[in-house]
C-alpha cells in the first residue's frame, strides 16, 4: 500500500513538474481534414512486401532518397552524412561526406548530384566528387530544412525547404506548433540566384516537375496534401491544391516518364496529433515530453500512383512494413521504382 501511494505521488509530482515547466511552442488550432477512406484506389494490399530489398553497408543507414546516374549506378545519402554510389559488379562505396544530413537527390544534365541536405542547404556534387554550395541562404538568413530537389528542362533547380522555424532534430515541434513556414523556391544555375516561389507550406517537402514545365507539385506533410504551384500560363504565381484528405503523410514525389507522378507516404496520420490539433494548450504539453518517451506511429509502407489532375490511380502498401516501410521516396526509372527509407538500413526496387 505504501509503494502504491509512494508511486501516485511521484506520478502527481512528475504531472505538476511537466505542466510547471515552459513549452518549447506556443501552438495554435488547426483544423483537420478527414482522410479519404482505404477504399478504390486506395483498398488496403500488400502489394509493397514483393520489394527487392538492397541492403547498405553495415552501419549506415537512412538513404532517404535514390538517385541512377548515366550508368545505371545508384547514389543515396544516409544518416551520417555520407554520399554513396552502388553500380551493378560492385558494393557500395563513400564518395563524400557534407557534414550533414542529405535528403534529396536529382543529376542535372551535366551529372552533377543535387543535394538537399537538411543541414548544409543546397549542394552539388561534380562527377569528380567535389562539393560546392549552391544556396545555403535566403536574404542574408540561414535556410531551414533543405529537403527535396528536382530540375526543370531549362536547369532551373526547384527546391524546398520544409520548416524555417525548426531543426530537422525538432521537426515534431513543427507539426504541434501548426505554423506553416515550409517554403518553395528556384535557383538560377547561371547565377546562383534565389526565387521564392511560394511560403507558408505546411513542411514543404518532396518536389517534381511537370512534364510541360508550367508547375510545380510540392508534397505539404502535415497537412496530408499534395500543392501546385503555377509557372506559367494565367495563373502564374498561384498556389492551388491538387490532391487533399491524404490518409497519410506525403514525403517524396517524382513524375515518371508517362507523366504521371509516384508520392511516397512516409506512414499513416499520427491520431494523437490529429484529435487534438484544435487544442493548444494539449498540443503545447506534448511538446514538453521527452522525445524518447514521445508516441511513435507504428511503421507502415505506403506508395501511390497519381495523374496530373490529382486522381490516384492504386497504392501499394505493406501494412506491418514487413519489407518495407516509412518510406521517403519513390524514383521512377526504366528498370522499376526504387525506394528509399528514413531509417532503415536497406533501399528498396520494385519491378514496375
Not at 96 to 102: A, D, K, S, Y
Request: proline letters at 6%; glycine letters at 10%.
Amino acid at each position: 500500500m505504501k509503494f502504491l501511494l509512494s508511486l501516485f505521488l511521484l506520478i502527481l509530482i512528475i504531472a505538476a513538474a511537466l505542466v510547471a515547466m515552459p513549452s518549447p511552442i506556443d501552438s495554435v488550432a488547426v483544423s483537420v481534414s478527414r482522410p479519404l477512406p482505404f477504399a478504390g484506389a486506395l483498398t488496403v494490399n500488400d502489394a509493397l512486401q514483393s520489394t527487392q530489398l538492397i541492403a547498405l553497408p553495415e552501419g549506415k543507414r537512412g538513404g532517404e532518397d535514390v538517385a541512377r546516374d548515366q550508368l545505371g549506378c545508384l547514389y543515396t545519402g544516409t544518416l551520417d552524412g555520407s554520399i554513396m554510389r552502388k553500380c551493378a559488379y560492385s558494393g557500395w562505396e563513400t564518395l563524400v561526406n557534407t557534414g550533414g544530413r542529405p535528403l534529396g537527390l536529382h543529376f542535372d544534365a551535366q551529372q552533377n548530384l543535387i543535394i538537399a541536405d537538411a543541414e548544409k542547404g543546397l549542394l552539388s556534387m561534380s562527377p569528380q566528387g567535389n562539393l560546392r554550395v549552391l544556396a545555403d541562404q535566403f536574404k542574408g538568413k540561414h535556410l531551414g530544412v533543405v529537403d527535396d530537389v528536382d530540375i526543370g528542362a531549362d536547369g532551373t533547380i526547384y527546391f524546398s525547404d520544409a520548416s524555417n522555424r525548426y531543426p530537422l532534430s525538432d521537426i515534431v515541434l513543427d507539426v504541434l506548433d501548426g505554423r506553416p513556414s515550409g517554403r518553395l523556391f528556384a535557383l538560377n544555375p547561371a547565377d546562383n540566384s534565389l526565387t521564392l516561389l511560394a511560403d507558408e507550406l505546411a513542411f514543404a517537402n518532396g518536389v517534381a516537375v511537370s512534364a510541360d514545365q508550367s508547375y510545380v507539385l510540392i508534397n505539404e506533410t502535415f497537412t496530408y496534401r499534395i500543392s501546385k504551384v503555377w509557372l506559367s500560363g494565367p495563373k502564374a504565381g498561384e498556389k492551388e491544391v491538387l490532391l487533399d484528405k491524404l490518409p497519410g503523410m506525403p514525403d517524396g514525389i517524382a513524375r515518371a516518364a508517362n507523366g504521371t507522378y509516384w508520392v511516397a507516404m512516409y506512414g499513416l496520420r499520427p491520431k494523437i496529433v490529429d484529435q487534438f490539433h484544435d487544442q493548444p494548450w494539449v498540443k503545447n504539453l506534448l511538446a514538453k515530453l521527452p522525445k524518447e518517451i514521445a508516441p511513435v506511429p507504428k511503421p507502415y509502407g505506403l506508395i501511390l500512383q497519381i495523374d496530373e489532375n490529382g486522381m490516384i490511380l492504386q497504392s501499394l502498401h505493406d501494412q506491418a512494413a514487413v519489407a518495407i516501410g516509412e518510406v521517403t521516396s519513390v524514383q521512377p526509372e526504366d528498370n522499376g521504382l526504387y525506394l528509399g527509407t528514413l531509417h532503415m538500413g536497406v533501399i528498396g526496387k520494385l519491378a514496375y
